[in-house]
């Protein structure tokens, strides 16, 4: 579906623009284990992540919680969050297509489950942020995708209209969430695939 209205792209941060692979992460900080995917789904889809990324808790308090809670050494978890950090890198070709999608006059925000030092070090490693005209991060308002409450928080601060925008995100029941809504929504595969979606829509760039 053309459309051709659209002032607004909303990019996701994770998968969209820097890599983020919990499996990875594990792999790293714990070395050869057995069950490396049981363990992500314990550290990555546990109540404590989401306290984290729902700023309930902040960084060094969930890293005292991690301990506590599974028996992990201080070293061990500091090891975790380093790597958390450390294995964001950035996508190919996703910052030029936002900086395309920019120079072509649209407005171009973040909306992002994420936690407030990890959004503190990605603003450090890399120059993408100025160029969003405004940031909705998950730790910052209580809530996470795909939950109405959210994409509300971005169309609310910025005066944004759901019909007049797109949202892109790597996950589908989020891309999913956005299209209830009425933004319409791509799932991102690569900024290739992406800039291709993104012209189906009438974006023009």
């Known amino acids: 579906m053309t459309t051709n209205n659209i002032k607004n792209v909303v990019f996701d941060?994770?998968?969209?623009?820097?890599?983020?692979?919990?499996?990875?992460?594990?792999?790293?900080?714990?070395?050869?284990?057995?069950y490396p995917e049981?363990?992500?789904?314990?550290?990555?889809?546990?109540?404590?992540?989401?306290a984290l990324n729902k700023g309930e808790l902040t960084e060094s308090e969930a890293k005292i919680?991690?301990?506590?809670?599974?028996?992990?050494?201080?070293?061990?978890?500091?090891?975790?969050?380093?790597?958390?950090?450390?294995?964001?890198?950035l996508l190919f070709g996703s910052v030029e297509l936002i900086n395309r999608v920019k120079l072509a006059g649209y407005n171009i925000y973040a909306l992002t489950d994420n936690v407030v030092e990890i959004v503190d070090y990605l603003k450090d490693q890399y120059d993408f942020w100025p160029m969003f005209d405004g940031v909705i991060v998950s730790a910052e308002v209580g809530c996470l995708k795909p939950q109405?409450?959210?994409?509300?928080?971005?169309?609310?601060?910025?005066?944004?209209?759901?019909?007049?925008?797109v949202f892109i995100d790597d996950m589908l029941p989020n891309v999913e969430g956005a299209?209830?809504?009425?933004?319409?929504?791509?799932?991102?595969?690569?900024?290739?695939?992406?800039?291709?979606e993104l012209k189906l829509l009438g974006v023009s760039f």
Do not use: M
């Not at 941060?13 to 594990?26: A, D, M, S």
């Open 38 to 50: 049981q363990l992500t789904k314990t550290i990555f889809h546990s109540d404590l992540w989401a």
């Open 179 to 196: 299209r209830t809504l009425g933004f319409s929504a791509i799932q991102f595969k690569d900024s290739i695939q992406c800039e291709c």
């Open 148 to 165: 109405v409450a959210i994409f509300h928080c971005l169309l609310n601060k910025y005066n944004l209209q759901a019909s007049e925008s």
């Open 65 to 89: 919680r991690y301990q506590e809670q599974f028996k992990y050494s201080e070293e061990e978890i500091e090891r975790l969050f380093y790597y958390i950090k450390q294995s964001q890198i």
């Open 13 to 34: 941060i994770g998968n969209v623009i820097v890599r983020w692979n919990p499996l990875e992460i594990i792999k790293l900080t714990f070395g050869e284990i057995e």
